[in-house]
């Protein structure tokens, strides 16, 4: 598959509406998940801040946040690697505060 780097396969998945929080948990922008794998997911955004290459993501269907690195970038779409899960109160507290509604203005 023309230098796909990946060690699982790519999944198509319904498309899942998620948001964007940078490593503190400040909602950035909303995001569309695509081809998700158990290591990670194409996202698909339309427009919004920059992008920082550690951040938080919320799954609006399952509201489960997840800590995932940016390896590549394209307009309007980012590739990310799921890290490994981290239990903590605060990531509790920034999943409940994300899962609200958020609009682009």
Known sequence: MHGDKRSDDR?????????LADSRGKFLVECVIYDRSAEGARLRMDGGPA????????????E????AQVV???????G???MPEVESEEMHRIARRL???????
């Open 11 to 19: 999944q198509r998945t319904r498309l899942r509406s998620g948001k």
């Open 51 to 62: 992008v920082p290459d550690s951040i938080l993501l919320f799954d609006d269907e399952y």
């Open 64 to 67: 489960s946040l997840i800590v």
């Open 72 to 78: 590549w970038r394209r307009p309007h779409e980012l």
């Open 80 to 82: 990310v690697r799921f």
């Open 99 to 105: 899962a609200g509604k958020f609009y682009a203005i």
